[in-house]
């Protein structure tokens, strides 16, 4: 009963951008933790294939954005969709790839075991299983520490494996939560690298961080403060439009606008 | 719903156990010390107790000794010594007997010159279990010994006369009883046949709930559970897959205490495997549900602990373990129940010491059933708090 993995040109042609529809519409979107307003009326696109960054200071809302996004949590009001379909939705998640800002590992099995655990939710099974689990663990250069028992890893190396998880099944979306938190500049470079990689091959990044300096990796940018959407665009264009030269003082320049995208 | 991902996660937890040594031996060895201990704490403690007699010394009194020694239990089943009425305090105190008959020492003079004399039973008394058990014996004994004394005088014509002296005696109690007869078990059951059924129920009941409630703790500490909910994994096949990753051990927990319990420490055992395994497969839905459901409340494994005396305090007292449900208070008694042990209790007994069938059993069965559903409502509920 594996699950059928459409892949294939056409249906990513249909399901994607092809049809005129981005990967993610959010229209209106608001989230209320008692009094918090945690998201407000936040309306985004995300295009097929590129690398959307989320960026603003914690408490921002973006994680909160993220686990709406990916289903965990319901909005209080608005609408996601993503590939066309109305979140949460079962035709979706197995295309979705998630990485939590923990490290979400079984910390008793080995790098090895929780690939496969994972790998076998999502019906990837056999040999493309083997083939794909090498392959991402030598891209997050664990190779070598296969069979080790995943609570013995540093911080940065579970972060790594922690990705690896999040992306072995080939996922359409990947929605990446702080992703380099902990990962030393050469190994955050290698992830960015493969980021850009993955755009090529039509793989729709959304990714969360407030190093701004990562901020220029990304095709599109979304600054975010409080909840609300401060500005998106491409990080060219944010410069230009703040006249500024640096992302940081960008943001800020956004940020005291109070002037926000409904 | 996907076999093939309910496979998945319930490989994922069998590995997880395997892998750690100290929650096998938990699983598997920690049942079979308890059971042993158990066990040879019950039949290795002295159950013949001692009782004492301060016999009757005048005129006739050796007609009335003879009777008395008639009477008495075999020595592998009650020990007397003989002692004067001045002993009886510091003997009782200092442990040697647990009971003392008084006669007076005209007790023999008394009953045929038509009198009636008094008899005095005097108890140690500091454990109860004890004391009723002697008052029991020292009154069943001076009851027997004034029947027989009564047919005796019938025996010798209207009213003895206090210089007469008896006849020979062929004294003999009137009536025979005949040893017991079982409707189950025999004589050479002991305490051990009836308790030790319902520790295989309690085991799994308690190892399996709280391996679940600290996975699935962890699940949601570490994160995992978020990943899994993301992925196709429905709720459904998260409930069903964690049951059949417990269940594998329960199951084999259940086999190794029963094998244990019978190949080594000889418990009589005339049941059906299937049923046993069936009785603990039920408990292990339950047992994995209530542990996913209240691990919700808690943020660690200690607050995890904290449920245990809740849990099990209560069912190991209210379930029929060591006292029967029926002699509980009236007020207890519905509590008792609402308890699964309660219903796994009986039918474990009735499978391992009476034959039953499932027929016997279906009343326990269903009950069980009713319990693991609630829980799986109950834990379907809570899931989303899980995430949330």
Redesign the interface.
């Known amino acids: ?3 059928a993995r459409p892949d294939t040109q056409a249906e990513q042609q249909e399901r994607g951008s092809g049809n005129g529809e981005p990967m993610v519409v959010i229209e209106k979107l608001s989230k209320q933790f008692g009094k918090l307003r945690a998201i407000d009326t936040l309306n985004m696109t995300i295009n097929a294939g590129e690398t959307y960054g989320l960026i603003g200071p914690n408490g921002s809302g973006k994680t909160t954005l993220i ?1 709406m996004m ?4 319901r909005p209080s009001g608005g609408t996601i969709r993503i590939m066309g379909q109305r979140m949460p939705s ?1 035709k979706v ?2 295309h ?1 790839g ?1 990485m ?10 080995t790098a090895r ?1 929780n690939m496969q ?2 790998c ?4 990837l099974r056999g040999k493309e299983q083997s083939r794909r689990i090498q392959e991402m663990l030598e891209r997050v250069e664990l190779a070598d520490r296969i069979d080790d ?1 995943v609570g013995k890893y540093s911080g940065g190396m579970k972060q790594r494996l922690s990705l690896a ?2 992306l072995v099944h080939s996922p359409r979306l990947a929605l990446l939560d702080e992703p380099t938190v902990g990962v030393d500049p050469e190994l955050r470079r290698s992830f960015w690298d493969y980021f850009a990689q993955l755009n090529k091959e039509g793989v729709t990044i959304i990714v969360s961080t407030h190093h701004l300096d990562e901020a220029s990796r990304c095709t599109r940018l979304g600054l975010m403060r409080s909840g609300l959407l401060l500005a998106q665009d491409t990080p060219q264009e944010l410069l230009r439009q703040s006249g500024k030269d640096n992302m940081e003082d960008a943001f800020l320049h956004f940020a005291s606008r109070q002037e926000v995208l409904k | 719903m996907s076999f093939a991902r309910i496979m998945a996660l319930a490989s994922r937890i069998i590995h997880q156990v395997l892998r750690d040594r100290r929650t096998l031996a938990l699983i598997f060895l920690v049942p079979l010390a308890v059971m042993s201990v158990l066990y040879l704490v019950l039949t290795s403690t002295s159950s013949v107790h001692t009782l004492a007699l301060v016999r009757p010394t005048g005129t006739n009194s050796d007609l009335v000794n003879t009777l008395i020694d008639k009477l008495l239990p075999s020595k592998d089943k009650l020990k007397t010594i003989d002692i004067t009425a001045s002993q009886v305090d510091a003997t009782l105190k200092n442990g040697n007997v647990d009971a003392a008959i008084i006669f007076p020492a005209d007790f023999a003079q008394q009953v045929f010159t038509g009198q009636h004399p008094a008899v005095q039973i005097k108890l140690e008394g500091s454990d109860p279990n004890v004391a009723s058990a002697m008052s029991d014996v020292a009154n069943g004994l001076t009851h027997q010994l004034g029947v027989a004394l009564a047919a005796l005088k019938t025996q010798l014509g209207a009213g003895g006369q206090g210089g007469q002296t008896p006849p020979a005696i062929n004294a003999t109690i009137p009536f025979t009883v005949s040893d017991p007869q079982y409707l189950h078990g025999g004589a050479q059951y002991t305490f051990n046949d009836s308790i030790a059924p319902v520790f295989i129920g309690i085991f799994s009941f308690f190892f399996v709930f709280l391996l679940t409630s600290v996975a699935f703790l962890r699940e949601r500490s570490q994160g995992t559970i978020e990943r899994v909910m993301v992925s196709p994994l429905t709720r459904a096949e998260l409930v069903i897959g964690y049951i059949f990753g417990f269940a594998l051990f329960a199951l084999v927990q259940s086999l190794l205490i029963l094998l244990f319990v019978v190949f080594a420490l000889r418990v009589h055992y005339s049941g059906n495997l299937a049923l046993v395994f069936l009785v603990s497969a039920l408990l292990t839905v339950g047992s994995v549900n209530l542990g996913i459901f209240l691990s919700t409340f808690a943020q660690n494994e200690f607050q995890i602990i904290q449920f245990i005396p809740l849990v099990f305090g209560v069912q190991v007292f209210l379930s029929g373990v060591f006292w029967p449900v029926a002699q509980l208070p009236d007020w207890l008694r519905p509590i008792s129940y609402i308890l699964p042990l309660t219903y796994a209790n009986d039918a474990l007994r009735g499978v391992m010491l009476k034959s039953d069938g499932i027929g016997d059993i279906a009343g326990q069965l269903t009950a069980l059933l009713v319990f693991a559903l609630a829980m799986v409502v109950l834990s379907a509920l809570t899931m989303r708090r899980q995430i949330a």
């Open positions: 009963m594996t699950e686990r990916v289903g965990l949590l079962a998640s197995p979705l998630y939590t800002q923990l490290s979400a590992l079984y910390l008793d099995l075991e655990f994972f076998n939710i999502y019906g028992v998880c999040s």
